[in-house]
C-alpha cells in the first residue's frame, strides 16, 4: 500500500520504517525540516534500537521517503496516519492544535479517497472532530473515512512492539476503512480488535492510566514496606504470581515518567472532568507518583544530612532504559531537586547525555559509571539501564569518596553491597 505517515518522531519513524519493512511504499512528513534534511541523510535524531538500521534499509530498497511537504505526502498516498505530538497545555487537556492543523492540510490536498488513521495518541471525540474539519475542508467532496489506531509501542523496544503487539486496536465506522486497515496489519499475524471509534480511542487512554496506576499501587506500597521493614520485591512478587494480577509493571522506583504516562493520564483526568466525571482514582496516581520522588530525595536527604556542596553521582538520565527520551524523566526531575540544594552532580547515562546537556548545564558529564563515582558522597541510580546492574562494586567502591549507593530503581541486592562495606538504600526495602 502507499502510506504516510504524519509526524515523524519516536511513533511516526518506527511506524513508517516497519510498515516499509513489510513492503509497503511509505513516506514520513514532518514540519520539523532540518529532521527532515537529516533523515533524508540517513541519521535518525533518536536513539530506538534497530530503528537506524531499519531505516537505512528501506530508504536503500526506495520503501521509505521522507519530505516536509505534507501535500506530497497526502497526495501519493492513499492511507495517511497522524502521529504528531499531543503534548499537555497548562490546564491539562492535550494539545490538539498539531492534529488539527494537520487535519486541515490533509482536507486542502486530498486528490481522492483517502483513509485518515489517528495514532497520536488523543481524548475520546478527538476522531469526530477530525471527521468534522476534514469535512468542513475538503474540495471536490472527495470521500475518506477516519480511524482511530492508538499506539501502544514502548520506547527501547519500540520496534519488536510495533511488530509483535498483543493486541492491534482498531477503531472504525466504514467496512471499507475496516478492511483497508485489516489487510494493513495482516502481515504482522496479530490478533486485531475492531471497535467503534470512541472506544478505540478510550482503550489507549485507560490501558496508559491503568498501567499507571499499577506504578503508583506498587510505589504507595513500598512506602509501607519502607515503615515496617517488608521487601517491596518481595510483595510484587507474590502479588504478581497471581494471574488476575500478573506481574508487569509492579516495580518500586523514584516513579514513572516519559512523553506518554504524565501527558496521557493529564489528559485523562481532565477530559473526564469536561464529561462530568472527576476521575478521583487517576488523580491519586498523579499525586502518588509525583510524592514518590519528592520521597526519594528525602531519603538521599536523611542520609547525607546536608546536600549543599555534597558531589553526588548518578547514572541513568532517560525517562526508562534503552532510550535516550528525557521528556518527564524522573531522573532529572531529581537532579533539578539535588541542584536547588546545592548539589554538586556528575553524571553518566549510555545514550541520554547529548540531550541532557541541554537541560542540565552546570553538571558534569562524564565518560562512564567510575568517573562519574570518582570522590561522590552518593552514588544514585536513577535509571535501570542493564550495564548498571553488573558494575565493579570493588572498583566504584575505591572511587567513592562515600560507599553511599541510592538504588532508586531496586536493580541491586542490598545483602551483597552492605557486605562490601556499602550503605545501601532501596525504595521498599526498609528504613536505615
Ligand atoms: P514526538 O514528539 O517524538 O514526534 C512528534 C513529531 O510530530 C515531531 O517530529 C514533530 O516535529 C512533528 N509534528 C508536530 N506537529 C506537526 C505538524 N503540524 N505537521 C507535521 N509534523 C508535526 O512524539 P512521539 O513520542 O512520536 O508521540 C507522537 C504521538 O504518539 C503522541 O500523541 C504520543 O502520545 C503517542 N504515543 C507515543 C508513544 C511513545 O512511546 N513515544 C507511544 C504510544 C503513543
Redesign the pocket.
Known amino acids: 500500500m502507499d502510506i504516510s505517515i504524519?509526524?515523524?518522531?519516536?511513533?511516526?519513524?518506527v511506524t513508517g520504517a516497519c510498515f516499509a519493512e513489510l513492503g509497503n511504499t511509505v513516506i514520513c512528513?514532518?514540519?520539523?525540516v532540518k529532521?527532515i534534511s537529516g533523515l533524508k541523510k540517513g541519521l535518525v535524531p533518536?536513539y530506538e534500537p534497530g530503528l537506524k538500521e531499519l531505516i537505512s534499509y528501506n530508504l536503500k530498497n526506495k520503501r521509505l521517503k521522507f519530505t516536509s511537504s505534507?501535500r506530497e505526502a497526502v497526495k501519493a498516498s492513499e492511507v495517511i496516519f497522524i502521529?504528531?505530538?499531543?503534548p499537555t497545555l497548562e490546564n491539562g487537556e492535550a494539545d490538539l492544535t498539531?492534529i488539527e492543523?494537520?487535519a486541515r492540510?490533509i482536507a486542502q490536498n486530498m486528490v481522492g479517497y483517502r483513509l485518515i488513521v489517528e495514532?497520536?495518541?488523543?481524548p475520546v471525540e478527538t476522531c469526530s472532530w477530525v471527521k468534522k474539519t476534514i469535512s468542513t475542508y475538503v474540495k471536490k467532496g472527495y470521500k475518506f473515512d477516519v480511524v482511530s489506531n492508538?499506539?501502544?509501542?514502548?520506547?527501547g523496544s519500540?520496534i519488536n512492539d510495533f511488530t509483535h503487539p498483543d493486541r492491534i486496536v482498531i477503531g472504525a465506522e466504514s467496512l471499507k476503512a475496516k478492511q483497508i486497515m485489516t489487510n494493513l496489519y495482516q502481515p504482522l499475524n496479530r490478533p486485531i480488535l475492531i471497535t467503534n471509534i470512541k472506544s478505540a480511542e478510550l482503550i489507549?487512554h485507560a490501558s496508559n492510566a491503568f498501567l499507571a496506576t499499577k506504578i503508583s499501587f506498587i510505589n504507595a506500597l513500598s512506602r509501607i514496606c519502607d515503615q515496617v521493614g517488608a521487601d517491596v520485591k518481595e510483595v510484587a512478587q507474590g502479588m504478581g504470581l497471581d494471574s488476575r494480577i500478573g506481574g508487569h509493571f509492579l516495580r518500586a522506583g523514584i516513579g514513572y515518567g516519559?512523553?506518554?504516562f504524565p501527558?496521557?493520564l493529564e489528559a485523562f483526568i481532565t477530559i473526564s472532568r469536561k464529561l462530568g466525571y472527576d476521575f478521583q482514582i487517576l488523580k491519586a496516581v498523579r499525586d502518588t507518583n509525583q510524592e514518590q520522588g519528592a520521597y526519594v530525595l528525602q531519603k538521599i536527604k536523611d542520609a547525607l544530612w546536608i546536600i549543599k556542596d555534597k558531589t553526588i553521582a548518578v547514572l541513568g538520565l532517560a525517562f526508562k532504559p534503552d532510550t535516550d527520551?528525557l521528556r518527564n524523566s524522573p531522573s532529572i526531575a531529581l537532579i533539578m531537586g539535588l541542584s536547588r540544594e546545592g548539589a554538586r552532580i556528575r553524571v553518566y547515562d549510555p545514550k541520554a547525555m547529548a540531550k541532557a546537556k541541554e537541560i542540565l548545564k552546570e553538571a558534569v558529564f562524564c565518560k562512564d559509571p567510575y568517573q562519574a563515582a570518582r570522590g561522590a558522597d552518593c552514588l544514585i541510580v536513577a535509571t535501570e539501564w542493564n550495564e548498571f546492574k553488573e558494575l565493579d562494586f570493588i572498583k566504584l567502591k575505591n572511587t567513592l569518596k562515600r560507599q553511599l549507593i541510592v538504588d532508586g530503581r531496586n536493580i541491586y541486592e542490598p545483602g551483597p553491597l552492605k557486605e562490601l562495606g556499602f550503605t545501601y538504600i532501596g525504595v521498599g526495602h526498609g528504613n536505615e
Open positions: 504524519i509526524g515523524s518522531g519516536y511513533v511516526g519513524l512528513a514532518d514540519n520539523d529532521k533518536i505534507i502521529a504528531v505530538g499531543t498539531g492543523k494537520v492540510s495514532k497520536s495518541t488523543v492508538p499506539e501502544f509501542l514502548r520506547e519500540a489507549k516519559g512523553s506518554c501527558k496521557d527520551d
